[in-house]
């Protein structure tokens, strides 16, 4: 083989390496960020057989819904606070500590430019179910403090709760272990809104199971994993 030869058989190796190497960066899209507006985190639909988890941004017209594996849902610096007093606060950590609260009020929301999360079943039709519910559960909570992709903490300090005049009540609470109490009924139809509370800066994978039993008998499920950036 000649020199010459040899080049162009280096040559096109090299070049296909390249190209492959070009199509596996392409198709290993950056996620969408989402990062303030109405945005429907947990979001079910049911198409008689299976379940399907998205999310539902509706911060935009047309509103759009994403595969939860294509989003990360970013928590600006805007939404540090300070933990609410009271005892009822206990389970956000130690009073007068730092917290990121994605509120539960659509203006508070808006003000802060932050996002305003949701929890939907709106697309549910009603007789399917038993009673007319489907339940969401918090099955994993991780947290990477250094954002290299190492989930170190399986007990992420992340918590979903409710507040109506004086009563708080916490739906989901990552930080205590994952306990039967991170499980609660939706009555279908229903769009629900929470405050989304994180108490340190740092990514947060997310992992809800939404499940129910069909009139017939059959008990369909379906999971996914979402992504919280908390920014310093």
Known sequence: MSALQRF???????????????????TAAAPVVLSSGHVDVLDAEFDGAAFDLHVH??????????APADVRLDVSAAAKTVRPAGAAYNFLGAAGSTVW?????????????????????????????TN???????????????????????????????????????????????????SRSFLTGAHNHYNWAFEAAGTYRLTFRVSGTTLGGATPSATASYVFSVKP
């Open 8 to 26: 162009a058989t280096v040559s096109g190796t090299a070049f296909a390496a390249l190209a492959i190497a070009g199509l596996a960066t392409a």
């Open 101 to 129: 609260i994605l509120p539960q009020d659509q203006a508070a929301a808006a003000a802060k430019g932050v996002l305003w999360p949701g929890i939907s079943t709106e697309h549910l039709p009603s007789g399917v179910f």
């Open 57 to 66: 941004d509706e911060s935009v017209t047309p509103d759009v819904e994403y």
């Open 132 to 182: 007319d519910r489907v339940t969401f559960t918090l099955t994993g909570a991780e947290y990477d403090a250094a954002g290299d992709g190492v989930y170190e903490d399986t007990t992420a300090d992340v918590s979903v709760y409710g507040v109506s005049g004086s009563a708080v009540t916490k739906f989901y609470d990552g930080g205590d272990g994952l306990t039967a109490s991170d």
